[in-house]
């Protein structure tokens, strides 16, 4: 099952500022700020002169009327890698693949809830079965890939992603399912860990976690193009969680 995007727009990144903003060269020679809807680091993903996509809203509410969606990156081969950078998206694809019970270690369930608030922490999905039997599961886009060629999670120190592992452990160790999976949404990631040398507190979390029954999936995205625009996303290939690099 298939997230279908806007009709995008390609430009030419200038800088990403505050954050929230990204100075973006179009096509055809107008200069506009956009969205960022990443609160990341970004780390890898912002790469001033590379190609990007934006989706443009025409809703008078809005300050910005462009969001930045996609980012094109070199790879070692010569390929072209493209990377989406609206975290936003992450759990939209990863709901679109549950609800067509395409992730099969998931499929199964008979209803699906999202945002579930559990202790201080609000996980992405709930799923559960017939028998009452649920599935807890928080989901982490990844786009950080290395020069060792390898994906990490996450690209700065996690705070919220910490919390959320906690939670996830609490759970496993009271008997119900938890689940970890990474949304690798770019296209040169192969595998993934956790990034130690970032953020060495949510890997060793990580190790405890799936000590305590946590469960890591990782699943890599899929792009589907018109003409050469970008135009769908899709959950589509299960990729490797590496327990140490």
Same mark, same amino acid.
């Given at each position: 099952m298939s997230v279908h995007y806007p009709p995008l727009v390609a430009g030419t990144l200038q800088?990403?500022?505050?954050?929230?903003?990204?100075?973006?060269?179009?096509?055809?020679?107008?200069?506009?700020?956009?969205?960022?809807?990443?609160t990341g680091s970004m780390k890898a993903v912002n790469v001033p002169g590379a190609r990007v996509w934006l989706s443009p809203s025409n809703n008078p509410s809005r300050k910005l009327g462009w969001t930045w969606e996609l980012i094109e990156l070199p790879q070692p081969d010569g390929s072209v890698a493209l990377a989406s950078v609206h975290t936003g998206r992450a759990?939209?694809?990863?709901?679109?693949?549950?609800?067509?019970?395409? /992730? &099969?270690?998931?499929a199964g369930f008979d209803t699906l809830h999202r945002e579930v608030k559990v202790d201080e922490a609000r996980l992405d999905f709930m799923l559960e079965d017939a028998g009452g039997k649920r599935t807890w599961i928080e989901v982490k886009q990844v786009t950080l890939k290395e020069n060792d060629g390898h994906g990490y999670f996450p690209d700065a120190v996690s705070t919220r992603g910490l919390k959320h592992l906690h939670t996830l452990a609490r759970l496993a160790e009271g008997g119900e399912r938890a689940v970890l999976l990474f949304? /690798? &949404?770019h296209e040169g990631i192969k595998d993934v860990a956790a990034a130690a040398?970032?953020?060495?507190?949510?890997a060793a979390a990580l190790e405890t976690a799936l000590a305590r029954g946590v469960e890591v999936l990782a699943y890599g995205v899929e792009f589907e193009r018109d003409d050469q625009t970008p135009a769908a996303v899709s959950l589509k290939r299960a990729l490797v969680f590496q327990r140490s690099i």
């Open positions: 800088r990403r500022y505050k954050r929230f903003l990204a100075d973006i060269k179009l096509d055809d020679g107008r200069e506009v700020v956009a969205h960022c809807p990443n759990n939209r694809i990863v709901q679109a693949a549950l609800e067509a019970q395409q /992730i &099969a270690p998931l949304c /690798i &949404a040398h970032i953020d060495a507190g949510y």
